[in-house]
């Protein structure tokens, strides 16, 4: 079945670019949408962007700026590099299967997550 | 960006209880109103999609109702395993939106 699993650094400087990569196992990224979501230590969710196997991507507004998502088809791998974090940017970063059409537009499949601390 | 807000944001049931939890949207959203399930130190788990549809392999005791921009997440017949944080999102349009979360004790 269907697994994501994200990878990178767990702690970042502030003012540094956050990297994070989804590797999608068990099926093709070449279809459906891909999103990340992260949830800051003991608050809500919130959705950052997804990109499509185009790479057809929608950024949170709020995020866009300083956000670029991209997808790596031949290794079945979406990324999201995030710059200038600051210690707001410390959560749980998850990557999802979604926009699921199928699904009335919901995330379906999750990823573990991976805790990133923007610290010195 | 359409808001959206849950009650209660914390609640405490006994096994066997029926409970519900709320969600209002700020704008029209049809029934684009998704519920998950959160354990601590776990990742979201789909429980309902389009406001009412039981995702696969979820227990026929969690169910979802729609009223305009009122969404409902019930459990009927509250299990140990139901203690959790509930969140609704909606998917009518980006970006897409979270509520603040409804952590569910089981006494």
């Known amino acids: 079945q269907l697994q994501l699993q994200e990878s990178g650094p767990g702690l970042v400087e502030p003012s540094e670019t956050l990297s994070l990569t989804c590797t999608v196992s068990?099926?093709?990224?070449?279809?459906?949408?891909w999103s990340w979501i992260r949830q800051p230590p003991g608050k809500a969710l919130e959705w950052i962007g997804y990109i499509y196997y185009s790479g057809r991507s929608n950024i949170n507004p709020s995020l866009k700026s300083r956000l670029t998502v991209s997808v790596d088809t031949s290794k079945n791998q979406f990324s999201l590099r995030l710059s200038s974090v600051t210690a707001a940017d410390t959560a749980v970063y998850y990557c999802?299967?979604?926009?699921?059409?199928?699904?009335?537009?919901?995330?379906?499949?999750w990823g573990q997550g991976t805790k990133v601390t923007v610290s010195s | 960006d359409i808001q959206m807000t849950q009650s209660p944001s914390s609640l405490s049931a006994s096994v066997g209880d029926r409970v519900t939890i709320t969600c209002r949207a700020s704008q029209t959203i049809g029934k684009f109103l998704i519920w998950y399930q959160q354990k601590p130190g776990k990742a979201p788990q789909l429980l309902i999609y389009?406001?009412?549809s039981l995702q696969s392999g979820v227990p026929s005791r969690f169910s979802g109702t729609a009223s305009g921009t009122d969404f409902t997440l019930t459990i009927s017949g509250l299990q140990p395993e139901d203690s959790a944080t509930y969140y609704c999102?909606?998917?009518?349009?980006?970006?897409?939106?979270f509520g603040q979360g409804t952590k569910l004790e089981i006494k």
């Open positions: 999802a299967r979604g926009p699921y059409g199928g699904m009335h537009d919901a995330f379906d499949i």
């Open positions: 068990g099926g093709s990224i070449s279809s459906d949408y």
């Open positions: 999102q909606q998917s009518y349009s980006t970006p897409y939106t």
């Open positions: 389009a406001a009412s």
